[in-house]
């Protein structure tokens, strides 16, 4: 798709285009389904139906701008990191093929367009996005400092589940902060944060010697010879979480056919990583893809079940 797209393009600029579609890692969507997937829980849970199609229209643009504003920063701070791992070396920056400068422009650029997409919805959305560009600016730093960016990924990651609650919620004058964000939007922000550790977890264990090789820290390095199971614990946290979403969200009980494929999910996640391989962890973070789907598809079935 990526290069047919290029093609369109005159063939001098193809490389150059190239390059910064890839740091933008358009070639690779599923980050940014990572991060769709609990945008539209929230949208479904906050809307109690249906979102509103122009919020599903901006909250869907925006995921894909953020995604690709993160990716930059992340390569940006990288940038002493990516050549020392061979994963990574080949990426536009660690390859010098764009320079740290235009990538930091780049990101300022995406950052405006997703502000402007923000700016469609109501104050209160507003506000929250400040935060989330934060977290999203933190999250590459993270890993020189703590062993814990993966948790910081994952409130990056869920941010946009406050930012949705807001945006339906939120746009009457009368209505409090505590109203358009109630208890089910942060217990569906820390099964996201729950379940972001557990996927960038497994997607750190790919690169888990070379990175301790090169003096960068994360989940895989801190967990060690127990990686598996503190994840096994994890993954029992995040299904523990989303069924009392469920509950909170009196929802059908449909929605727990989606819960019960995220847990045979799970285990098969489990079952891929046994040998740790590094093909198999990487398998087991892609194969997270169909997780969030079917959770939200649970969500969506339980939605349109419910009695009126």
């Not at 819960?259 to 990583?273: F, H, P, T």
Request: aromatic share 12%; hydrophobic share 55%; charged share 15%.
């Amino acid at each position: 798709m990526l290069e047919a797209l290029l093609k369109l393009l005159p063939k001098p600029w193809r490389d150059t285009a190239r390059d910064y579609l890839v740091l933008m890692r358009m070639d690779r969507p599923i980050g940014a389904l990572l991060l769709l997937w609990p945008t539209w829980w929230a949208l479904w849970l906050a809307a109690g139906d249906f979102p509103p199609p122009k919020l599903l229209v901006i909250f869907t643009l925006g995921v894909f701008l953020m995604r690709a504003a993160g990716c930059v920063i992340n390569d940006y701070a990288d940038r002493w990191l990516d050549p020392q791992v061979e994963r990574t070396r080949g990426r536009p920056i660690a390859a010098g093929r764009v320079t740290p400068r235009a990538a930091l422009v780049l990101f300022i650029v995406l950052l405006v367009l997703a502000f402007g997409l923000v700016l469609l919805t109501n104050s209160m959305t507003v506000k929250l996005s400040f935060a989330g560009a934060a977290l999203a600016t933190l999250y590459p730093f993270a890993k020189r400092y703590t062993h814990l960016p993966q948790v910081v990924l994952g409130a990056a990651f869920g941010w946009s589940i406050p930012m949705a609650f807001a945006a339906v919620n939120g746009g009457a004058p009368s209505v409090t902060w505590f109203q358009a964000l109630p208890p089910l939007c942060w217990l569906l922000f820390v099964a996201n944060v729950v379940w972001a550790t557990i996927y960038d977890t497994q997607y750190a264990m790919v690169d888990r010697d070379e990175d301790i090789a090169a003096g960068s820290k994360s989940t895989a390095i801190l967990f060690g010879d127990d990686d598996r199971m503190i994840l096994g614990v994890l993954m029992g946290t995040l299904l523990l979480a989303l069924v009392l979403v469920g509950t909170r969200a009196d929802l059908h009980w449909t929605y727990y056919l989606g819960v019960a494929a995220a847990a045979g999910l799970s285990i098969w996640q489990q079952y891929l990583i046994r040998e740790r391989d590094r093909a198999a962890c990487f398998a087991a973070f892609r194969n997270n893809l169909w997780l969030g789907m079917a959770v939200w598809a649970g969500v969506c079935l339980a939605l349109a079940l419910q009695p009126a």
